[in-house]
């Protein structure tokens, strides 16, 4: 693979993407975290400069819960708007266009603090929010339509890489020796700003999507043209006459709109999987876990002067399971990973909620919940996370893809808003016994994956579609001999 990807420019485009991309949405999803206490902090001082008064604790969890969920509605406006932008302006200037935004955000976010002002940081980070929301979709679209099919869906888990080394970025800078301090805070927060510069730079000498050339565009000299600049030379015939059948086979089928694809019955047990399966990984805690993380490792009696540096082994666990999630999804198949992964979140859960809840805890008991959230995390980004995107690929055809990716980019940018604004008011009412709310969510999804998800592995939209029929119609044993009767 290695060779393949440096014949041509797909090593240094896989990179420049998710630099540009996934990181962003990483970085400033655990960015927050460590200066939090500064930032309502601010948000104190801030409110007593205009009104010579105090604002109430509630009000300064609120209004940082605002700022928290604003990202996430800005991404929802994002993901909302893939279907609209990507047949009219491609993939390449959607993505240069979603850098200008992250860009005036940085720039916001970075002078919030000279002008005293908290409503900037939600400004910026609503504009971060839409270029990662629409960006961040885009990236993975790009990304497919570029890829080999033999490569594909290893390489669309390189979003996932990113996704958790910009998290685990954000977790380094955030230690109190480098940017998490009270007075650095906002260049910490400014920071991504500056790789995406390089995105911007760098994007324009890369060619358009090779896939969107010929099956959207027709041109089959520039599909050619990409290929080559991507994958190095050769003729690449086989790939071409592939798109060419799958253009003729589709011809005069459109891209799908979001409501057309909620609406069409044959793919509705796959449209049903994707949802469920993204609303338990949404759901399972591990947002919560992730930008929240000072705040509930204090609950856990983890000392303050301790808490970063585990926050930074949570960052460090997320991308090695990643890494080895890339490594073996097309070898041990999607099922495995998606049930196994559930499985041992839900019993992580379990765990952490008991150690929570212990009546005069040992010393030794805080790092013992503290690896116990590292474990969960590991599954997440190595289970489900990593192999939710093989699992849309796998399961929908070229027109139906952008439909896909918004309506999970409007779920999961939906559920992240909600969750950051009333997490912390779920905290305080529940205590430790939240993890019990999210342990019932990837109880779900283990069954669900279980009983009602096909293994996807090798096999082609049309193939697994007939797998999904087959398991709806009253398990996996009854629905294959019903299949057979009915093609005899």
Request: aromatic share 12%; charged share 15%.
């Amino acid at each position: 693979m290695f060779r393949e990807l440096t014949r041509g420019k797909a090593l240094m485009f896989i990179l420049i993407l998710g630099i540009g991309g996934s990181f962003q949405t990483g970085f400033h999803n655990t960015g927050m975290s460590s200066p939090s206490p500064y930032i309502k902090n601010f948000i104190n001082s801030s409110w007593y400069e205009r009104y010579a008064e105090y604002p109430p604790s509630a009000t300064v969890n609120l209004i940082f819960g605002v700022i928290i969920s604003t990202y996430a509605v800005g991404g929802l406006f994002g993901a909302a708007s893939v279907k609209f932008v990507t047949g009219k302006f491609g993939r390449k200037k959607i993505l240069i266009g979603t850098c200008l935004f992250s860009v005036v955000g940085g720039v916001i976010m970075l002078t919030s603090k000279n002008a005293n002002s908290f409503e900037m940081i939600v400004a910026a980070r609503f504009m971060n929010g839409f270029g990662a929301g629409l960006g961040g979709s885009v990236q993975q679209i790009y990304l497919m339509e570029s890829s080999p099919k033999q490569l594909r869906s290893t390489l669309m888990l390189s979003n996932v890489f990113f996704l958790s080394l910009g998290k685990l970025s954000g977790q380094v800078l955030g230690l109190s020796v480098l940017l998490g301090c009270e007075h650095l805070w906002n260049i910490l927060l400014f920071a991504p700003a500056c790789l995406v510069v390089v995105l911007l730079l760098a994007l324009p000498f890369f060619p358009e999507a090779p896939r969107y050339l010929l099956m959207d565009g027709g041109d089959i000299v520039a599909c050619r043209k990409a290929l080559q600049r991507l994958w190095g030379p050769g003729e690449y015939q086989v790939e071409i006459d592939e798109m060419l059948a799958e253009r003729a086979a589709s011809k005069g089928v459109q891209v799908k709109s979001l409501l057309e694809f909620l609406q069409d019955s044959g793919i509705r047990s796959q449209i049903i999987a994707i949802a469920i399966i993204s609303a338990c990984i949404q759901l399972s805690g591990m947002s919560a876990i992730t930008i929240f993380s000072f705040d509930i490792l204090n609950k856990a009696a983890v000392p303050v002067d301790q808490i970063r540096y585990i926050t930074l082994g949570f960052g460090v666990s997320e991308v090695l399971a990643t890494i080895t999630s890339t490594l073996i999804v097309e070898r041990s198949g999607r099922k495995p990973l998606l049930l196994g992964g559930f499985s041992i979140m839900f019993t992580m859960l379990l765990l952490i909620t008991i150690m929570l809840n212990l009546k005069n805890p040992a010393p030794w008991v805080a790092y013992c919940t503290a690896a116990l959230f590292m474990i969960f995390i590991m599954c997440v980004s190595g289970g489900p996370s990593g192999v939710n995107m093989a699992l849309i690929n796998d399961s929908f055809e070229q027109s139906h893809h952008p439909a896909a990716m918004t309506l999970i980019g409007l779920q999961r940018w939906g559920m992240f808003a909600v969750l950051g604004l009333v997490f912390p008011f779920i905290n305080e009412g529940l205590g430790s016994y939240c993890f019990l709310l999210f342990a019932c969510f990837c109880l779900l999804g283990a069954l669900y994956s279980f009983f009602l998800v096909p293994e996807t592995k090798g096999k082609s939209p049309k193939e697994v579609s007939q797998q999904f029929q087959r398991l709806a119609v009253g398990g996996k044993f009854f629905g294959r001999k019903q299949f057979m009767e009915t093609r005899l």
